[in-house]
């Protein structure tokens, strides 16, 4: 099993950043759900107060989605997982007004993992704050980002 270094550093950049052959951002994210699988934990965006779900850029030193999905998972939600399922990967749904170069093209891969370990401080702590949601409100949560809904949908949390 692939295993997260615990770094309290977060990376940044985009110097290792993989892309697609369409020249699209490689995402890797989590969608991290507790024990019982009635709650998902979402987190604050950076950008604006939205909330979302733990996810950022796969990088060349990462052999697979994975292990990059739990990197991020670590970095900005202080926590660790078991990978429980793949969820595939999903297409850009964002509108071209909504893209930015901080947030160009991308291609999402989703995993659904249980949340095995929740630190007090974790590297993005001092910009993010988490919070445990049900599905109805994570739903909700996630309405104005349809490719993080729709990761939140394939995964098997009681609805």
Known sequence: MAQVSMSMASRTGR?????GPQGERL?????????????????QSTSRSAWVLPKGGWETDEATAEIAAKREAW??????????YDLGVIAEQRQSNQMTTQAPK???????????KQEAQW?????RTRMWMTFKQAE???KDRPELLEALKRCTMHR
């Open 123 to 127: 590297p993005e702590a001092h910009k």
């Open 140 to 142: 909700s949560a996630l």
């Open 75 to 84: 970095e900005e939600a202080g926590i660790v997982c078991k990978v429980n």
């Open 27 to 43: 995402v890797a994210g989590i969608v991290p759900l507790s024990e019982d699988k009635y709650y998902v934990l979402l987190i």
């Open 15 to 19: 110097d290792n950043q993989r892309y």
């Open 106 to 116: 991308a291609s999402y891969h989703f995993y659904e993992a249980t949340v095995t």
